[in-house]
């Protein structure tokens, strides 16, 4: 998710999410500025 659409959605991962705009990209996905990162990993 971008840091703007975290802002126009109320600063809330839930309605980030719940709007739609959650991404899910792979590894060769080049990071663009004002991208928010949560990495997912299994142990």
Do not use: C, P, W
Not at 11 to 26: D, F, I, N, P, W
């Amino acid at each position: 998710m971008s840091f703007d659409d975290f802002m126009a959605h109320g600063g809330s991962h839930a309605q980030v999410k719940s709007a739609g705009r959650l991404r899910l990209e792979g590894k060769e996905y080049v990071v663009a500025d004002g991208d928010i990162i949560t990495f997912r990993f299994n142990v």
